[in-house]
């Protein structure tokens, strides 16, 4: 199974907005709503930001939503702040009843 | 709340079996509907799934992994393993336990760095 198409990274001065794309097929991100998020900090283990495409699990900000649309997931982050840089990962289930994830994005903050 | 730590080598030989344990605190292993997992990350590289084990002790494995893996629950013991064998250095990562829900992964364990190497 190949992994998810995000952009290696995506940039953003604080109080913008950005986005994270995160592209798969129809056998994967096309197909369910098993679509989640991670953000992991340097040395730490990943946490999840999103899950079912759009979900905050209850202490993530409201500053983070997710989406869908066709293929193609995404995470925008609003009120950019210096503590959003990290890397950002989107996992996503699959018809063979695996998981597979994305390639991981690089996000900083000008 | 759910804690989970994994423990084993650090160090594997080229052609050994790589094989980790994770410890479950806070809930019982064989908690009805759930499933454990395990997820690994080379160095500097992104993560990539590995497998999980429902409580019953059904397994869904990576293709890619899946003719050198076996993942197995003890639930005497609240844990759950990962065994890969025949490792090579590409299979030096940090692997990380993981509590998977259907579209989840949550919460995860600190990780452990496991070197294949003579």
């Known amino acids: ?110 | 709340q759910l804690q989970l730590q994994e423990s084993g080598p650090g160090l594997v030989k080229p052609s050994e079996t790589l094989s980790l344990t994770c410890t479950v605190s806070g809930d019982s292993i064989n908690s009805v509907g759930y499933f454990r997992g395990w997820i690994r990350q080379p160095p500097g590289k992104g993560l990539e799934w590995i497998g999980n084990i429902y409580y019953t002790g059904t397994t869904y494995y990576n293709p890619s992994l899946k003719s050198r893996l076996t993942i197995s629950i003890d639930t005497s013991k609240n844990q759950f393993s990962l065994r890969l064998s025949s490792v090579t250095a590409a299979d030096t990562a940090v692997y990380y336990c993981v509590v998977p829900k259907p579209g989840q992964f949550d919460p995860w364990g600190q990780g452990i760095l496991v070197t294949v190497s003579s």
């Open chain 1, 1 to 110: 199974q190949s992994a998810l198409t995000q952009p290696a990274s995506v940039s953003g001065s604080p109080g913008q907005s950005i986005t994270i794309s995160c592209t798969g097929t129809s056998s994967d991100v096309g197909a369910y709503k098993y679509v989640s998020w991670y953000r992991q900090d340097p040395g730490k283990a990943p946490k999840l930001l999103i899950y079912d495409v759009s979900i905050r699990p209850s202490g993530v900000s409201n500053r983070f939503s997710g989406s869908k649309s066709g293929n193609t997931a995404s995470l925008t982050i609003s009120g950019l702040q210096a503590e959003d840089e990290a890397d950002y990962y989107c996992n996503s289930f699959t018809s063979s009843t695996t998981y597979v994830f994305g390639t991981g994005t690089k996000v900083t903050v000008l």
